[in-house]
């Protein structure tokens, strides 16, 4: 199994003096470490579980181009772009630009956005759910459409692009690789199915992840596509320093319904000392799961 790390709090102690000092050496410690995947999150606000907008909160895809001059291997994404946050001509654009600039490293993680707190509070606007899953669904295609030969128009119901024009392109072909967040059985893994790379559920019990799986693959049968070339992620809260052996047999579970990657959190105060130890005591051994 492979790690992901999710930086997801910037308000370490004497944050105002070093956020940006933590936030470079965590990364360069997760890519020399091996780390396969690499994330901030898509947010103006901190989320309200972790201090609210109040603590500190960098904007996700400045900070992937940053963290592409200071890596070289790992993947980057935002885990995940909110779908109201960017029209989608101008998000293929942004991602492909993180692609070009860290050499083929970045990933589209996106999600039908929630927090209507810094929708209100920065002015934009946030639609009903329904027409945020109308709205992701459009921005898949886009982005697809500017990712291939196809730099025509697109017509939809929330968006019109004259031209779909990307260029430079992505380095790989076939575009930036799309990762979906969320496990809504409904509209959410049906789009995993139609258009996405990857998935991200929650790691809430090995039962709950292989029910979604099994979702997940019945959407797949319906639509024709083969469940096989899905990566399975999914983000968990477990700590992998308290009880390393737990921890691992916990992961070997998941990893039998087919999870090839978990995103953790780094724990407490300091991210780069629970970084390198991760990567010196745990990565070795998770690989081998």
């Known amino acids: 199994?492979?790690?992901?790390?999710?930086?997801?709090?910037?308000?370490?102690?004497?944050?105002?003096?070093?956020?940006?000092?933590r936030l470079t050496e965590t990364a360069r410690v997760a890519d020399q470490a091996g780390v396969s995947l690499l994330t901030v999150m898509d947010h103006w606000f901190q989320m309200e579980d972790l201090g609210g907008p109040g603590e500190p909160m960098l904007e996700g895809y400045t900070t992937l181009g940053y963290l592409a001059a200071v890596t070289e291997r790992v993947r980057l994404s935002l885990l995940v772009t909110g779908v109201t946050y960017r029209h989608p001509g101008l998000l293929a654009k942004t991602v492909t630009t993180v692609d070009r600039l860290s050499r083929g490293r970045a990933m589209l993680g996106i999600g039908a956005a929630w927090y209507d707190r810094e929708h209100a509070g920065l002015g934009v606007p946030f639609p009903s759910t329904s027409e945020r899953f109308e709205r992701?669904?459009?921005?898949?295609?886009?982005?697809?459409?500017?990712?291939?030969?196809d730099d025509g128009p697109y017509d939809g119901t929330h968006y019109r692009l004259a031209e779909?024009?990307?260029?430079?392109?992505?380095?790989?072909?076939?575009?930036?690789?799309?990762?979906?967040?969320?496990?809504?059985?409904?509209?959410?893994?049906?789009?995993?199915?139609?258009?996405?790379?990857?998935?991200?559920?929650?790691?809430?019990?090995p039962e709950v992840v292989a029910h979604k799986l099994d979702v997940l693959r019945r959407h797949c049968d319906d639509l024709g596509r083969d469940y096989g070339t899905i990566e399975k992620t999914m983000i968990a809260t477990a700590d992998p320093l308290a009880d390393t052996d737990a921890f691992l047999s916990s992961m070997a579970q998941y990893a039998a319904l087919g999870?090839?990657?978990?995103?953790?959190?780094?724990?407490?105060?300091?991210?780069?000392?629970?970084?390198?130890?991760?990567?010196?005591?745990?990565?070795?051994?998770?690989?081998?799961?």
């Open 1 to 21: 199994m492979q790690l992901g790390v999710h930086y997801a709090s910037f308000s370490h102690s004497a944050w105002p003096d070093r956020l940006e000092e």
């Open 136 to 149: 992701l669904e459009e921005t898949l295609q886009v982005c697809r459409q500017m990712w291939s030969d």
């Open 164 to 205: 779909t024009y990307c260029v430079p392109p992505p380095v790989r072909r076939t575009g930036v690789p799309v990762l979906i967040g969320g496990s809504g059985e409904r509209k959410t893994l049906r789009l995993v199915a139609q258009y996405a790379d990857a998935c991200n559920l929650f790691g809430e019990s």
């Open 259 to 289: 999870i090839e990657l978990v995103t953790l959190v780094p724990g407490g105060d300091d991210p780069v000392a629970w970084t390198t130890e991760v990567g010196e005591r745990v990565l070795p051994r998770l690989a081998e799961v």
